[in-house]
């Protein structure tokens, strides 16, 4: 054991890295030392999260002023620490073997380390101070973007260890606690941007110039903006961009012609609007459609070799993707219906699941990337063939986060038709669950 | 004695007082009732699977259906017993009563059957037996219709669940034993195809049956709305099931209905100009059949998804679920009528989703509101290597 005073010298002196290699030698005693440390964590659990929904978001953004982005900024400082206190929580509920399992006490770190940060975060006051409170987050963001996939490979190491519906639960609650963080985070890092981006134009000021003496707005200064929410997304757009990226990765994935991937063909209410994030439909129509594809292609695998051999194709190879969009006046409802062939039915009973034995294998391979946003833009190192087991649920956990959810029905030896249902006005509350429950005996 | 002190006697005593009936001994019905209830396997069904049947299957088969079925309508009569006395005294539910009782009696009754011609009467009477009780259903409907305020919704859905089943139950056997028993007779005239077992067939070909039932819904929708959508089968329209063809005629027919009586009122609604077709698909998995019905008749709303498979709930108009002026006979005759007494008493789906869960199978419908419905039905086929259990 140092002594104190050189244990503050190692800190200041030496790189995170290393700080971090000395925490975990201490690893033992630094839980032990939580333990007692825990008061702190449940002055914020015996809090609610304030929840918001789409259309505060969006109200709250229509006159945006100085006064009302330090408000957001300090919501968002109020809730950060509030939301990660119930998640660490969470861990602390886990049965012993499944905590101290390297990566899941990895993002056990994590949290903690973010927790004590924001709790500590200063009251922002002024547009300096907010400038800075963004830095803070953004930086948080970044160093979390390990934590899916550390949740994954921990996940599936625990597979056999823990009850698979108990860690389906946690997995669960930790990535849609995980979105409503970001989403606040990103919601006023967005707004934040916006409003600065108007300042500096309201101002004259050229893109090089910086903001540094700018502490205060002109009085009466407002702007419109609304972040990162969309309140009139139209969902053919997203459905067709996703379309063609998919099958963009798919056509290079499997060595194929450009144009020969399964069309996607879009029928119904093809003008329907709705008030969403569109990067969370974006990573939901993304996912299913990427399914759907891949497994029409190999299904039909044997039309690519001859068409290989005939040279030009004569006509479409695949059977198309029929979308179909329903809207009615609360809800939007989006049918995926392809000729996949069905999914097995060894798998069907688990294509929920994160942690079942057959998807353990799939979540390895988390081992083999270091990041993971879960967002549909994400270039992935990996080919889009390799599965984590993960795309189906991760869609799920985003529909219900609003409100919705997305269904399967697969039709063996035929086909599979996915249900993405989403609220279309915007008026449902973040769907974060139920705190942890209490044990017994309080 | 002892037991006439018992409530459930009283209560029984008391309310034959309202009907005509006089039984001899109902000790008797509570000594059935009493006993376990063996479950219809698909070996027993299927047992006599290899032509040619020979007397002896014929009479092993008439034991069978003679140690079962009093037992299980035994169990019907009782199940009468437990209802509010109010519910009872309703004509249409007491004439139920009355019948099974009377099913009860006429069966129960025959001696052990030891030779072909003792076994044919009593196919006879079996067959006969079973034309009676063909209306119950409707009956029931109309008398839980008309006691709607009497009982919870839960106890409600709960008789008539285990009526249904039952009845499922008691048909499959008797009907399957007096298929055998025609099939033994006819088999000696004609050389028949061994693609039946009973009331069996053993290729029964899903398509051609979705097609023949989507002609005669299209035609019945015609007949009440004066327009009908088009359909179109697609799908694996080759592959074969083991399955009793009108089980299978029931459940489609109940989905088809639906589909097409939604489709021509929703464009009604919308002002639509042409019908959006009916697309059928067809798929073969493992041992089963899946059939797609989707249909464009703008879905059921959210708020009544969870009614859909409730009795006695329905989304037909009022004027033509008051059935109560109309004679039992003018209801049967419109039975299979689109606008029918069955339509719009609500007791098509839940039927539909027992009649498909019989032999392990099921339904789900999946709604898009405001566009339309998708129905899933997966029957799986009777089969021998799969050993099934049903009530």
């Given at each position: 054991?140092?002594?104190?005073?050189?244990?503050?010298?190692?800190?200041?002196?030496?790189?995170?890295?290393?700080?971090?290699?000395?925490?975990?030698?201490?690893?033992?005693?630094?839980?032990?030392?939580?333990?007692?440390?825990?008061?702190?964590?449940?002055?914020?659990?015996?809090?609610?999260?304030?929840?918001?929904t789409?259309?505060?978001?969006?109200?709250?953004?229509?006159?945006?002023?100085?006064?009302?982005l330090?408000?957001?900024?300090?919501?968002?400082?109020?809730?950060?620490?509030?939301?990660?206190?119930?998640r660490?929580?969470?861990?602390?509920?886990?049965?012993?073997?499944?905590?101290?399992?390297?990566?899941?006490?990895?993002?056990?770190?994590?949290?903690?380390?973010a927790?004590?940060?924001?709790?500590?975060l200063?009251?922002?006051?002024?547009?300096?101070?907010?400038?800075?409170?963004?830095?803070?987050?953004?930086?948080?963001?970044?160093?979390?973007?390990?934590?899916?996939?550390?949740?994954?490979?921990?996940?599936s190491?625990c597979?056999?260890?823990?009850?698979?519906d108990?860690?389906?639960?946690?997995?669960?609650?930790?990535l849609?606690?995980?979105?409503?963080?970001?989403?606040?985070?990103?919601?006023?890092?967005?707004?934040?941007?916006?409003?600065?981006?108007?300042?500096?134009?309201?101002?004259g000021?050229?893109?090089?110039?910086?903001?540094?003496?700018?502490?205060?707005?002109?009085?009466?200064f407002?702007?419109?903006?609304?972040?990162?929410?969309?309140?009139?997304c139209?969902?053919?757009?997203?459905?067709?961009d996703?379309?063609?990226?998919?099958?963009?990765?798919?056509?290079?994935?499997?060595?194929?012609?450009?144009?020969?991937?399964?069309?996607?063909l879009?029928?119904?209410?093809?003008?329907?609007?709705?008030?969403?994030?569109?990067?969370?439909?974006?990573?939901?129509?993304?996912?299913?459609?990427?399914?759907?594809?891949?497994?029409?292609?190999?299904?039909?695998?044997?039309?690519?070799?001859?068409s290989?051999?005939?040279?030009?194709?004569?006509?479409?190879?695949f059977?198309?993707?029929?979308?179909?969009?329903?809207?009615?006046?609360?809800?939007?409802?989006?049918?995926?219906s392809?000729?996949?062939?069905g999914?097995?039915?060894?798998?069907?009973?688990?294509?929920?699941?994160?942690?079942?034995?057959?998807?353990?294998?799939?979540?390895?391979?988390?081992?083999?990337?270091?990041?993971?946003e879960?967002?549909p833009?994400?270039?992935?190192?990996l080919?889009?063939?390799?599965?984590?087991?993960?795309?189906?649920?991760m869609?799920?956990?985003?529909?219900?986060?609003?409100?919705?959810?997305?269904?399967?029905?697969?039709?063996?030896?035929?086909?599979v038709?996915?249900?993405?249902?989403?609220?279309?006005?915007?008026n449902?509350?973040?769907?974060?669950?139920?705190?942890?429950?209490?044990?017994?005996?309080? | 004695?002892?037991?006439?002190?018992l409530p459930?006697?009283?209560?029984?005593?008391?309310?034959?007082?309202?009907?005509?009936?006089?039984?001899?001994?109902e000790?008797?019905?509570?000594?059935?009732a009493?006993?376990?209830?063996?479950?219809?396997?698909?070996?027993?069904?299927?047992?006599?699977?290899?032509?040619?049947?020979?007397?002896?299957?014929?009479?092993?088969?008439?034991?069978?259906t003679?140690?079962?079925?009093?037992?299980?309508?035994?169990?019907?009569?009782i199940s009468?017993?437990?209802?509010?006395?109010?519910?009872?005294?309703?004509?249409?539910?007491?004439?139920?009563?009355?019948q099974?009782?009377?099913?009860?009696?006429?069966l129960?009754?025959?001696?052990?059957?030891?030779?072909?011609?003792?076994?044919?009467e009593?196919?006879?009477?079996?067959?006969?037996?079973?034309?009676?009780?063909?209306?119950?259903?409707?009956?029931?409907?109309?008398?839980?219709?008309e006691?709607?305020?009497?009982?919870?919704?839960?106890?409600?859905?709960?008789?008539?669940?285990?009526?249904?089943?039952?009845?499922?139950?008691?048909?499959?056997?008797?009907?399957?034993?007096?298929?055998?028993?025609?099939?033994?007779?006819d088999?000696?005239?004609?050389?028949?195809?061994?693609?039946?077992?009973?009331?069996?067939?053993?290729k029964?070909?899903?398509?051609?049956?979705?097609?023949?039932?989507?002609?005669?819904?299209?035609?019945?929708?015609?007949?009440h709305?004066?327009?009908?959508?088009?359909?179109?089968?697609?799908?694996?329209?080759d592959?074969t099931?083991?399955?009793?063809?009108s089980?299978?005629?029931?459940?489609?027919?109940?989905?088809?209905?639906?589909?097409?009586?939604?489709?021509?009122?929703?464009?009604?609604?919308?002002?639509?100009?042409?019908?959006?077709?009916?697309?059928?698909?067809?798929?073969?998995?493992?041992?089963?059949?899946?059939?797609?019905?989707?249909?464009?008749?703008?879905?059921i709303?959210?708020?009544?998804?969870?009614?859909?498979?409730?009795?006695s709930?329905?989304?037909?108009?009022?004027?033509?679920?008051?059935t109560?002026?109309?004679?039992?006979?003018?209801?049967?005759?419109?039975?299979?009528?689109?606008?029918?007494?069955?339509?719009?008493?609500?007791?098509?789906?839940?039927?539909?989703?027992?009649?498909?869960g019989?032999?392990?199978?099921?339904?789900?419908?999946?709604?898009?509101?405001?566009?339309?419905?998708?129905?899933?039905?997966?029957?799986?086929?009777?089969?021998?290597?799969?050993?099934?259990?049903?009530?």
């Open positions: 054991m140092l002594p104190r005073q050189t244990a503050h010298t190692l800190i200041s002196c030496q790189l995170l890295s290393q700080v971090r290699r000395y925490v975990t030698v201490r690893s033992g005693r630094n839980l032990q030392q939580k333990f007692y440390e825990n008061r702190i964590l449940d002055r914020y659990t015996a809090q609610e999260p304030k929840k918001v789409l259309r505060q978001l969006v109200l709250f953004g229509r006159q945006l002023t100085e006064d009302k330090i408000a957001s900024a300090n919501y968002v400082r109020g809730e950060l620490p509030v939301r990660l206190a119930h660490i929580s969470d861990f602390q509920y886990l049965p012993y073997i499944a905590g101290t399992n390297p990566h899941l006490k990895t993002v056990y770190d994590l949290y903690w380390r927790f004590d940060e924001f709790r500590k200063p009251v922002v006051k002024t547009l300096q101070d907010n400038r800075r409170f963004c830095d803070a987050v953004r930086r948080n963001l970044l160093e979390h973007s390990q934590v899916i996939p550390q949740l994954g490979m921990g996940v190491e597979a056999g260890l823990v009850a698979p108990e860690i389906d639960r946690f997995m669960s609650q930790m849609v606690s995980r979105i409503s963080r970001r989403t606040l985070a990103e919601q006023h890092i967005a707004l934040s941007q916006q409003f600065d981006e108007d300042l500096r134009s309201h101002l000021l050229s893109v090089d110039e910086s903001f540094d003496q700018l502490n205060q707005a002109p009085a009466g407002a702007t419109q903006r609304i972040g990162i929410v969309r309140a009139d139209s969902a053919i757009q997203i459905i067709n996703s379309a063609l990226r998919v099958a963009e990765l798919l056509e290079e994935a499997h060595n194929l012609p450009p144009g020969a991937a399964p069309q996607v879009v029928e119904g209410h093809t003008d329907a609007m709705f008030m969403c994030i569109p990067e969370h439909f974006s990573y939901i129509m993304h996912e299913l459609l990427k399914n759907s594809m891949d497994h029409v292609i190999r299904r039909f695998s044997e039309r690519l070799d001859e290989a051999v005939d040279g030009a194709a004569s006509g479409p190879l059977p198309p993707i029929r979308v179909t969009i329903c809207s009615s006046h609360a809800d939007i409802m989006i049918r995926v392809d000729q996949s062939g999914i097995d039915p060894d798998v069907l009973p688990y294509i929920w699941s994160f942690t079942q034995p057959v998807k353990a294998k799939r979540l390895h391979n988390f081992h083999a990337i270091q990041r993971m879960a967002k833009a994400e270039a992935s190192s080919s889009p063939l390799v599965s984590f087991g993960f795309g189906l649920p869609s799920r956990v985003y529909a219900k986060y609003w409100g919705g959810n997305v269904n399967v029905h697969s039709l063996p030896g035929y086909g038709d996915a249900y993405v249902q989403l609220p279309r006005l915007g449902v509350v973040e769907n974060i669950g139920a705190r942890r429950a209490q044990a017994h005996g309080d | 004695m002892l037991l006439r002190r459930q006697v009283q209560r029984l005593c008391a309310r034959r007082a309202f009907t005509s009936k006089t039984h001899y001994d000790k008797i019905v509570y000594q059935y009493s006993q376990q209830l063996k479950p219809v396997s698909i070996g027993q069904l299927l047992k006599y699977s290899q032509p040619p049947l020979t007397p002896a299957n014929i009479l092993d088969s008439v034991a069978y003679q140690s079962e079925l009093p037992v299980r309508l035994a169990k019907r009569v009468f017993h437990n209802l509010p006395f109010i519910v009872g005294t309703n004509p249409h539910i007491a004439r139920v009563y009355n099974y009782y009377e099913a009860f009696d006429r129960y009754s025959f001696a052990p059957i030891d030779s072909i011609e003792r076994e044919w009593f196919a006879r009477a079996l067959e006969r037996q079973t034309q009676l009780l063909v209306d119950v259903i409707p009956t029931i409907a109309q008398g839980f219709l006691c709607k305020q009497y009982m919870k919704r839960e106890e409600r859905a709960l008789f008539i669940n285990e009526l249904i089943r039952s009845r499922i139950g008691l048909r499959v056997i008797g009907e399957q034993h007096v298929a055998l028993s025609y099939q033994f007779r088999q000696q005239r004609s050389s028949l195809e061994d693609v039946w077992v009973g009331a069996i067939h053993t029964l070909l899903p398509a051609s049956m979705m097609r023949q039932c989507a002609q005669l819904v299209q035609n019945m929708c015609e007949m709305y004066g327009t009908a959508p088009s359909y179109y089968v697609d799908g694996d329209v592959e099931i083991s399955y009793i063809p089980h299978f005629e029931y459940i489609t027919c109940e989905l088809l209905k639906n589909a097409f009586r939604a489709t021509v009122e929703f464009s009604r609604q919308s002002h639509r100009l042409a019908h959006p077709p009916i697309q059928i698909t067809i798929t073969k998995g493992e041992g089963y059949v899946g059939v797609r019905i989707r249909d464009q008749g703008g879905g709303a959210k708020d009544n998804m969870r009614n859909v498979f409730e009795y709930w329905s989304t037909m108009q009022d004027d033509e679920t008051s109560a002026g109309m004679s039992l006979q003018t209801n049967l005759a419109m039975q299979q009528g689109i606008g029918g007494p069955i339509a719009g008493l609500g007791f098509g789906l839940p039927m539909a989703r027992l009649y498909a019989y032999f392990g199978g099921s339904l789900d419908i999946v709604s898009m509101e405001g566009y339309g419905c998708d129905v899933f039905l997966k029957l799986r086929s009777i089969e021998g290597s799969v050993e099934q259990k049903q009530i």
